[in-house]
């Protein structure tokens, strides 16, 4: 994965790449070292957090351009855990940058890190297709109860699950819980369970 980073950042105008995975954080960076893993790691949270924001109102987005006065940030989504970003000056070619990484995407999508396996050795992931889209239903209807701050409310959520292992559908009903946890608020967490009553009745319910 250097390799490749390596190679878009020898094309003109380009200072840096990054690959960040939304579990596992930074996967690779060739960014001058004033960039610290940590402010890497915070660029790829807010990057993400603007991309799922974005296809709320834009479903097909996979692309993200922010100019500032001397640099410019693009990210793209490689998978739904994973993006690249790299840092440009202001005149980048665009052109140029967009047809090398979609020539590159296929390759850099293949070496992204999965996110960690469960702790139970007896418990096996439920595959991505099972569990992406109640994930997908949950982020959709969010914002209905939360507005704003559901991105980053769901986000958190979703973090602190997976890190106790969880990633089957019965463990749907463990990440439910987490939610109305979150929300603590009565007349919200009714209006939750309604918006998500597909989702219940897909995993049998509460």
């Not at 006065?69 to 790299?86: G, P």
């Not at 608020?185 to 009553?197: G, H, L």
Request: hydrophobic share 40%.
């Amino acid at each position: 994965m250097k390799g490749i980073l390596d190679d878009l950042k020898d094309l003109s105008g380009v200072i840096g790449a990054g690959v960040y995975h939304s579990q596992n954080g930074m996967l690779a960076t060739n960014l001058p070292a004033i960039f610290t893993e940590q402010k890497l790691t915070e660029i790829g949270k807010l990057l993400t957090k603007l991309l799922s924001a974005g296809r709320m109102s834009f479903p097909d987005l996979t692309d993200l351009s922010l100019q500032y006065d001397e640099s410019a940030i693009l990210a793209r989504e490689l998978n739904e855990t994973s993006i690249i970003f790299l840092l440009c000056d202001p005149d980048y070619n665009q052109n140029l940058i967009t047809m090398s990484l979609n020539l590159l995407q296929q390759e850099l999508t293949s070496k992204t890190v999965a996110p960690p396996p469960p702790s139970s050795p007896q418990e096996t992931p439920a595959p991505a297709e099972n569990v992406t889209p109640v994930l997908q239903q949950i982020q959709e209807q969010l914002p209905k109860i939360l507005g704003p701050m559901a991105d980053i409310i769901f986000d958190e959520v979703v973090e602190s699950w997976r890190e106790q292992g969880k990633y089957t559908l019965k463990d749907v009903k463990v990440l439910i819980q987490l939610f109305e946890e979150e929300i603590d608020n009565t007349d919200q967490i009714s209006r939750f369970r309604e918006s998500i009553a597909q989702v219940t009745a897909q995993i049998g319910g509460r």
